[in-house]
């Protein structure tokens, strides 16, 4: 097992890095940045704010200026040089500073991180925890009118996109009948109020549309799979075998079926941990939850890259992560697969 680690912990380092630096050279090789962003808002802040001076005559920066801030972020290096500076600092935990918001990028994360980690660890506890025994039952009365049904609804919930339905529940609950707010984690009780389970109450209310969003598609795809992964099982010959033999249909179930159709399930389970950090920046954009994805969204749109840079890294630390903890999963579910040396 101990060799297994290490080759997986080696070949971590290879991965990373080239998903970094394919990154880092496509913010570089992209139009537009944070320094022509800057140069554009103070532009129109020089054109709009002077009585004195005709749109387009001057610049609002000077070309030593414009020198000057690509020196100070680093762009005026060449790709490579720029980033081994990029990995330098980041041996350090030092991910930079935000050309948006002139904050260390790790504060930044790390102020957001909390509001994702909620999201990702209750969506991904409550998928799993009903999708599970939901694709079971299904699989056992396929064919059945709960079958049936609750197949169409599931269907239903698996076309539609998260913030598709993100849209249709704010419409109907938050604007029309004013069940629910329109967005955000916390609202005024949440800081007004003198106990926890005030504070969690204001929590869990802002949280039940975003919530419902963020399960709907993965809810879907789990429960589907957990039932299809049990009926090919059901009716392989090692569980007509066992029965044959004398063994309870639901032992058989239990005892045979039921194990190797989580191993499909526990190969992914360590990816949910990518899920944990970003959920679905859309939902967080429309629901204006200020969790990971929505500061990189407004990162992308703004140019801001040493923020896009930041979440990009620890997204591929998670993923790479994730990928090892599948492999101990399937270990764990299916008893032939060993760590040899």
């Given at each position: ?12 380092i290879?991965t ?19 320094v ?19 749109a ?7 070309d ?5 801030l690509?020196?100070f972020?680093g ?5 490579l040089?720029?980033?081994v500076?990029?990995?330098g600092?980041?041996?350090n ?6 050309t948006?918001?002139y ?5 930044m994360?790390?102020e957001?991180?909390?509001v994702s ?6 969506t991904?506890f ?5 999708s599970l025994p939901?694709?079971?039952?299904k699989?056992l009365?396929?064919?059945s ?6 197949s ?12 598709v339905v ?5 419409t ?9 707010p ?5 609202g ?7 106990s926890?389970w ?6 869990m209310?802002?949280?039940v549309?975003?919530l419902i969003c963020y399960l ?7 429960t589907?799979?957990m039932k ?11 569980i007509r ?34 899920f944990?950090?970003t959920g679905a920046?859309?939902i967080?954009v429309?629901?204006n939850i200020n969790g ?6 407004e990162?992308i749109?703004?140019?801001d890259y040493?923020v896009?840079?930041g ?9 790479l992560?994730?990928?090892i903890i599948?492999?101990?999963?399937v270990?764990?579910?299916d008893?032939?697969v060993?760590f040899?040396?």
């Amino acid at each position: 097992m101990l060799s297994y680690f290490l080759r997986r912990l080696l070949l971590v380092i290879p991965t990373f890095l080239g998903i970094t630096i394919l990154i880092f050279g496509i913010t570089r090789l992209v139009p537009g940045g944070p320094v022509e962003r800057m140069m554009t808002q103070m532009q129109a802040q020089a054109d709009g704010g002077s009585s004195l001076q005709r749109a387009g005559d001057s610049s609002a920066l000077s070309d030593d200026q414009i020198a000057e801030l690509k020196a100070f972020y680093g762009l005026d290096k060449p790709v490579l040089e720029a980033y081994v500076d990029w990995l330098g600092k980041l041996a350090n935990l030092d991910l930079g500073e935000s050309t948006r918001y002139y904050e260390p990028v790790t504060d930044m994360i790390a102020e957001r991180l909390p509001v994702s980690l909620f999201y990702g660890g209750m969506t991904f506890f409550i998928s799993y925890f009903i999708s599970l025994p939901l694709g079971y039952y299904k699989a056992l009365k396929h064919g059945s009118v709960f079958d049936s049904s609750s197949s169409v609804l599931i269907f239903i919930g698996f076309a539609l996109p998260g913030y598709v339905v993100g849209v249709l529940l704010i419409t109907l609950f938050s604007y029309h009948l004013e069940w629910f707010p329109m967005g955000g984690f916390v609202g005024d009780a949440y800081y007004d109020a003198t106990s926890f389970w005030e504070r969690a109450k204001d929590v869990m209310w802002h949280a039940v549309l975003p919530l419902i969003c963020y399960l709907i598609g993965d809810f879907a795809t789990l429960t589907m799979t957990m039932k299809n992964n049990l009926m090919e099982n059901l009716s392989a010959d090692y569980i007509r075998t066992a029965i044959a033999k004398g063994l309870p249909f639901r032992s058989a179930v239990r005892k045979h079926a039921l194990r190797n159709s989580l191993i499909p399930i526990a190969s992914h389970f360590g990816n949910s941990l990518l899920f944990f950090m970003t959920g679905a920046f859309l939902i967080e954009v429309i629901f204006n939850i200020n969790g990971i994805g929505l500061l990189g969204y407004e990162s992308i749109m703004e140019r801001d890259y040493p923020v896009v840079m930041g979440i990009v890294a620890i997204n591929a630390l998670l993923l790479l992560a994730g990928n090892i903890i599948s492999d101990i999963c399937v270990a764990l579910v299916d008893p032939r697969v060993k760590f040899g040396s």
